[in-house]
């Protein structure tokens, strides 16, 4: 099997939720598999939050840093291997972060791949495939109603 590697592209950044595209890399051919969305839920996580968790632990929940997801939605179910690669590489976005804990969730989303899709057909506009990833799992989203495709060439795209 080949090597991957991960490449990640910075394509929505608000004040609670970016977005990056995941690419893969295999002997030099890069194609996106996903989209990785982190947010900022500004509260501590809860047992509730941790349902995977062994119920020991749960019972002395005593956590009080500030939670953020990591959601992955990939095209089609991916390896074990890929899932512990792209774990770590959503832990290294946060990692040094004094007082943060960190929720990842993987989904396989073929209506992202279906809205990427369309966005070939509609000036490169992917605005509805970040609005779908924002609306699909997010404890806190936001409208991109009025986000223009301009604001897309900055940095933060917070108004």
């Not at 062994?54 to 089609?76: C, G, M, Q, S």
């Amino acid at each position: 099997m080949e090597k991957s590697c991960y490449l990640l592209k910075l394509e929505l950044n608000c004040k609670n939720h970016m977005i990056f595209a995941i690419r893969e890399e295999i002997k030099l051919v890069t194609s996106l598999i996903g989209y990785m969305v982190l947010e900022d839920v500004n509260r501590p996580g809860t047992p509730n939050d941790f349902k995977d968790l062994h119920p020991v632990f749960l019972k002395d929940w005593d956590d009080d840093r500030n939670l953020i997801f990591a959601r992955i939605y990939t095209f089609e179910s991916i390896s074990e291997e890929k899932i512990d690669a792209l774990i770590e590489l959503a832990e290294t976005f946060i990692e040094f972060k004094p007082s943060v804990n960190l929720k990842v969730d993987f989904f396989v989303a073929n209506e992202v791949l279906k809205l990427y899709e369309q966005s070939w057909e509609n000036d490169m506009n992917r605005i509805p495939v970040y609005q779908w990833l924002i609306d699909a799992n997010s404890e806190n989203p936001i409208s991109l109603a009025n986000l223009k495709m301009d604001s897309l060439n900055h940095l933060s795209q917070d108004e």
